[in-house]
């Protein structure tokens, strides 16, 4: 397996938001984070980026320790958060720059290979033409597609995603899950933490479920949402037949 948490434990103050975790995600495989709201799910992302301190357990790429030096770990992932804290009206082409920080820092030149990743990563998400438009001047799906375009250039072998699709219309959001599964396939590890069910069942390898910062199921999509454990974590059940749904467990069934 290619990211390897064992054991993973994170504290925020007096709570504890993980516990002992242990998961693995391979290349050319889309694994998906899912569980209620609270879980610990981008607390995970970001304990795996170094943003949170682990309490114990370790985290490893390829059988060996991540990196603790930034420079370095940004080369083997990148990260889209749900929504940009960046607040300078930087132009759009810029901040897919910054990712080539990765390989030639802060003060590093770019040379004609940088142009040309920097130009496919923006027509990756259909966003040439916002290039020379301040980042803070876009809608927040405009933005979201930005921050895919930075993981993208940075050639990052794995990339975190948080809710990627939350910010985007439907036919970007059906874009970006053809993008990701064309990324698994060409050799990257995805792991991304999704909201909504269907988009885990359609796009994922395999589903890793979080209840209260605890590992409570993973395996296949089709192995997750046919458990009865799956069931309790969300208070739903699936539907029979040929609809994909879910209810309310006790309730009047709905699709949704």
């Given at each position: 397996m290619s990211l390897e948490l064992r054991g993973l434990s994170v504290r925020r103050g007096a709570r504890l938001v993980l516990a002992d975790i242990a998961l693995s995600a391979a290349r050319g495989q889309v694994t998906a984070i899912i569980g209620p709201n609270g879980a610990g799910k981008s607390s995970l992302l970001k304990a795996v980026l170094g943003l949170l301190p682990s309490e114990s357990g370790g985290i490893a790429w390829e059988g060996r320790a991540l990196p603790r030096d930034p420079q370095q770990r940004a080369r083997l992932l990148a990260y889209v958060p749900q929504r940009s804290q960046l607040s300078a009206a930087l132009p759009v082409r810029a901040v897919v720059a910054a990712a080539r920080y990765a390989h030639h820092g802060w003060w590093g030149g770019q040379g004609a290979g940088d142009a040309a990743l920097i130009a496919e990563a923006l027509a990756?998400?259909?966003?040439?033409?916002?290039?020379?438009?301040?980042?803070?001047?876009?809608?927040?799906?405009?933005?979201?597609r930005v921050l895919i375009a930075r993981a993208l250039a940075s050639e990052a072998p794995c990339i975190l995603m948080d809710e990627p699709s939350a910010s985007l219309d439907v036919s970007h959001a059906l874009a970006l899950f053809a993008l990701i599964r064309r990324l698994a396939a060409a050799g990257r590890a995805i792991v991304i933490v999704l909201h909504h069910l269907d988009d885990a069942r359609r796009i994922a390898d395999r589903v890793v479920v979080l209840e209260r910062g605890a590992l409570a199921l993973a395996g296949t999509p089709a192995e997750v949402f046919a458990s009865p454990r799956f069931a309790e974590v969300f208070g739903v059940e699936p539907l029979p037949g040929g609809a994909w749904g879910f209810a309310l467990r006790g309730s009047e069934r709905c699709t949704r």
């Open positions: 990756a998400v259909d966003a040439s033409e916002l290039a020379a438009r301040p980042f803070t001047a876009l809608s927040a799906g405009e933005q979201q």
